[in-house]
């Protein structure tokens, strides 16, 4: 069974210096930024029902700035990199009419949209020596920006 989702391709590099250990890059293949979570689908044909209709999205661009710990500083274990005020709104916005144009036919798995772009990983514990190391690698993030053109969804 396939998982599926409605995203960004995102092949953020600008923030892979701070990857601290004991995280690991997300390859820039997989990296994207979620923007409707739609979970398994059992068959194929179901996914039809499920795919937005063709939304017609100008070209616009996001700004990233800093990292941040998901899915909580208590329990980090992805440090993903955080888009600006400006570009969150713009995400709300586009999320809000992919879900519009899937008229219910799916419902997204989470309530809160958090935008992000998740860039490392660990299956570390967390620890008191996780948390500073994340600790450290944010404060040093918070000067490094970067931005993404965006073209189309998947």
């Known amino acids: 069974m396939s998982t599926y989702f409605v995203g960004i391709f995102a092949p953020l590099k600008g923030f892979d210096k701070l990857i601290p250990n004991p995280y690991e890059p997300v390859p820039l293949e997989d990296r994207h930024l979620t923007l409707v979570y739609l979970g398994s689908i059992k068959h194929l044909g179901d996914t ?44 709300y916005d586009l999320r809000m009419r992919i879900l519009g144009c899937l008229k219910g036919a799916a419902v997204d798995k989470y309530e809160t949209f958090r935008p992000h772009v998740s860039i490392a990983y660990t299956r570390a ?23 993404l053109v965006v073209e189309k969804i998947l």
């Open 48 to 91: 039809k029902s499920f795919l937005p209709c063709s939304i017609p999205i100008p070209k616009f661009k996001l700004l990233f700035r800093g990292i941040e710990p998901y899915p909580s500083m208590a329990k980090p274990r992805y440090l993903a990199a955080k888009p600006d005020k400006a570009s969150t709104k713009q995400l």
């Open 125 to 147: 514990k967390p620890s008191l020596d996780l948390i500073r190391c994340v600790r450290r690698a944010i404060k040093e993030s918070e000067s490094i920006e970067e931005s």
